[in-house]
């Protein structure tokens, strides 16, 4: 959280990882529910699901003064899965579209430099089975790639593995030439 005042009014940003709209939605209503005697409870998000959703409301404050500017921070920092609320409590005196756009930008950045920000890519996993001979090639291989995996030792060696998205290609490439396409992927 962070807090700060403007000319009498107080803006306090409040900030929490989401992995659905739904817990975007359900965060928004837990800050309004805990500050509904604030002026505004301005939200703004951006959550990687299908589809990939970005949101934002100005929450009374003049059109684009407040949300847009929030929506733009996540956006310039290339932030996902995350919601932003930000409160304010009104102080007497107008700061204006170009004071509100400022205050709601210095509201969002705030919060999000006190935040931890995890950075989380995209993974593909999937199952390679092979017989015992070749379980040593699969293996040096998975660790090259620094695949994350667990391996089950049976009738033949079965690899749950886990590798980036952006990797997961190659490494299939790799695996099916490496062991002259005798491996079974699922």
């Known amino acids: 959280m962070t807090r700060f005042t403007v000319r009498g009014s107080e803006f306090i940003g ?9 817990a975007a939605e359900a965060f928004v ?3 309004r529910t805990e500050y509904a005697d604030a002026t505004h409870n301005v939200p703004a998000y951006r959550v990687r699901s299908d589809p990939f959703r970005e949101y934002s409301s100005d929450d009374g404050e003049p059109s684009g003064s407040a949300g847009k500017p929030m929506l733009s921070v ?4 290339e932030l996902e899965n995350v919601c932003v609320v930000v409160t304010r409590y009104f102080g007497g005196t107008k700061l204006g579209v170009g004071g509100l756009v400022r205050a709601y930008s210095t509201a969002t950045k705030g919060v999000l430099d006190a935040a931890e ?3 989380k890519r995209p993974r593909t996993r999937f199952e390679a089975v092979v017989e015992y001979g070749d379980s040593g090639t699969v293996r040096g291989i998975l660790e090259s790639e620094g695949a994350e995996f667990d391996a089950e030792y049976g009738e ?4 749950d593995v886990s590798v ?13 030439s490496a062991t002259s396409g005798r491996i079974e992927l699922r």
């Open 14 to 22: 409040h900030v929490a990882p989401v992995e659905t709209v739904a």
């Open 164 to 176: 980036p998205t952006t990797d997961a290609a190659g490494v299939l490439d790799r695996l099916r």
């Open 117 to 119: 920000i995890v950075e």
């Open 156 to 159: 033949r060696v079965v690899f």
């Open 74 to 77: 996540l956006r310039g920092r």
């Open 29 to 31: 209503d837990d800050v």
